[in-house]
């Protein structure tokens, strides 16, 4: 395993619809975020903090637009009250594409395992968020699912990655 | 100072959060307020400025005090770099947590000069009621993004808190913009 690719990452995005992306970039991203700033059709916003990306997103999604956040696992455990308050609780479908920061090194069997590794998974499952893998290019159906759960359901929905992008 | 501003708006998304969600209702009942009560403590604005990068036609009004305001100091910065001409933020500065119980905040804090610090180009501090109904016309029409101070004393007691469920404030602001339900 080795990641997507940023380009293919970033032209499912644009097929799906999405009008905006609000990206906090890590290390593990900094392909796709790159790749996100050459798209003609999607608008990057990059806060300070992850709870403000929600809540901006939030922001997007009532003024009418489709929009789609990119943080790390830290980030998602910074902005729990935002993502309760801007998205499980009023209903908005916002779409996370979640770096894991900590799988490669503890898939690998590194030490130490850095302790954003275990909580990752069940964080969001405390948050009741429906998610997938993206680990490689053959998963990148994952965000359509995700997406159409989102909508389907009106709440947040995750897609959870491990090995970061390739350019 | 909400009265007047209640007087003068028109079609203007007006986004309240904490005490102003208690008394922005004693003086408004329109189609475009939004309550923002629990949606994320500190990120009132954040959600404004979403909103008006996705309505650039329309004025996009937050009201939210100094308290929130220390929950998410970035979001200055943020409205520094993408803050849109429709936004415009009014800083309701009490130097207390009202809703709370008025424990106080930072008192040396410059609200300000943070805000010019963190690249917001139209800030300004508005001292008293008759400044305000001046400004106010300029304030709403005027492109921004701005972001006012204003130096607010609490004079009557805080009604209730009796807010609607959080799913339905959206759908009746987002009714009030014309955008159909997901």
């Given at each position: 395993m080795n990641g997507a690719s940023a380009a293919r990452t970033v032209a499912l995005i644009e097929d799906l619809g999405f009008t905006d992306v609000v990206s906090i970039p890590d290390g593990e991203s900094r392909h796709l975020h790159r790749a996100l700033l050459e798209s003609p059709e999607i608008e990057v916003y990059s806060p300070t903090r992850e709870g403000e990306g929600i809540a901006l997103a939030a922001g997007l999604w009532v003024g009418g637009r489709k929009p789609f956040i990119i943080l790390q696992n830290t980030g998602l455990m910074e902005a729990g009250d935002a993502l309760r308050g801007c998205g499980i609780g009023p209903s908005i479908p916002l779409l996370l594409l979640v770096g894991w920061r900590g799988y490669p090194g503890a898939m690998s069997g590194?030490?130490?395992?850095?302790?954003?590794?275990?909580y990752t998974e069940p964080l969001i499952r405390a948050w009741e968020l429906p998610h997938r893998r993206l680990?490689?290019?053959?998963?990148?159906?994952v965000i359509g699912e995700m997406a159409a759960v989102a909508e389907g359901t009106s709440k947040p929905a995750a897609v959870v990655y491990g090995y970061g992008f390739t350019p | 100072m909400l009265r007047v501003l209640a007087a003068r708006r028109t079609d203007e998304v007006v986004i309240t959060t904490m005490t102003a969600t208690l008394q922005w209702p004693l003086v408004s009942s329109h189609p475009l307020d939004f309550d923002f009560l629990a949606?994320?403590?500190?990120?009132a604005s954040d959600f404004g400025l979403g909103l008006a990068l996705a309505r650039p036609e329309r004025k996009v009004v937050v009201l939210k005090g100094d308290g929130g305001l220390l929950m998410s100091l970035g979001s200055l910065v943020t409205m520094g770099r993408y803050g849109p001409p429709n936004l415009l933020v009014l800083l309701l500065e009490n130097r207390s947590y009202e809703m709370t119980g008025g424990q106080p905040i930072a008192?040396?804090?410059d609200f300000v000069a943070l805000a010019r610090a963190a690249g917001i180009d139209k800030v300004e501090r508005i001292e008293d009621l008759g400044a305000f109904e001046r400004e106010l016309p300029s304030l709403l029409?005027?492109?921004?993004p701005r972001f006012v101070v204003l130096p607010v004393i609490n004079s009557e007691p805080l009604p209730p808190v009796a807010h609607t469920d959080h799913t339905e404030r959206v759908v009746r602001l987002r009714r009030g913009l014309g955008i159909s339900p997901p």
């Amino acid at each position: 395993m080795n990641g997507a690719s940023a380009a293919r990452t970033v032209a499912l995005i644009e097929d799906l619809g999405f009008t905006d992306v609000v990206s906090i970039p890590d290390g593990e991203s900094r392909h796709l975020h790159r790749a996100l700033l050459e798209s003609p059709e999607i608008e990057v916003y990059s806060p300070t903090r992850e709870g403000e990306g929600i809540a901006l997103a939030a922001g997007l999604w009532v003024g009418g637009r489709k929009p789609f956040i990119i943080l790390q696992n830290t980030g998602l455990m910074e902005a729990g009250d935002a993502l309760r308050g801007c998205g499980i609780g009023p209903s908005i479908p916002l779409l996370l594409l979640v770096g894991w920061r900590g799988y490669p090194g503890a898939m690998s069997g590194a030490l130490p395992v850095d302790s954003a590794f275990p909580y990752t998974e069940p964080l969001i499952r405390a948050w009741e968020l429906p998610h997938r893998r993206l680990m490689s290019d053959d998963d990148l159906g994952v965000i359509g699912e995700m997406a159409a759960v989102a909508e389907g359901t009106s709440k947040p929905a995750a897609v959870v990655y491990g090995y970061g992008f390739t350019p | 100072m909400l009265r007047v501003l209640a007087a003068r708006r028109t079609d203007e998304v007006v986004i309240t959060t904490m005490t102003a969600t208690l008394q922005w209702p004693l003086v408004s009942s329109h189609p475009l307020d939004f309550d923002f009560l629990a949606f994320g403590m500190g990120h009132a604005s954040d959600f404004g400025l979403g909103l008006a990068l996705a309505r650039p036609e329309r004025k996009v009004v937050v009201l939210k005090g100094d308290g929130g305001l220390l929950m998410s100091l970035g979001s200055l910065v943020t409205m520094g770099r993408y803050g849109p001409p429709n936004l415009l933020v009014l800083l309701l500065e009490n130097r207390s947590y009202e809703m709370t119980g008025g424990q106080p905040i930072a008192p040396k804090a410059d609200f300000v000069a943070l805000a010019r610090a963190a690249g917001i180009d139209k800030v300004e501090r508005i001292e008293d009621l008759g400044a305000f109904e001046r400004e106010l016309p300029s304030l709403l029409t005027e492109p921004g993004p701005r972001f006012v101070v204003l130096p607010v004393i609490n004079s009557e007691p805080l009604p209730p808190v009796a807010h609607t469920d959080h799913t339905e404030r959206v759908v009746r602001l987002r009714r009030g913009l014309g955008i159909s339900p997901p």
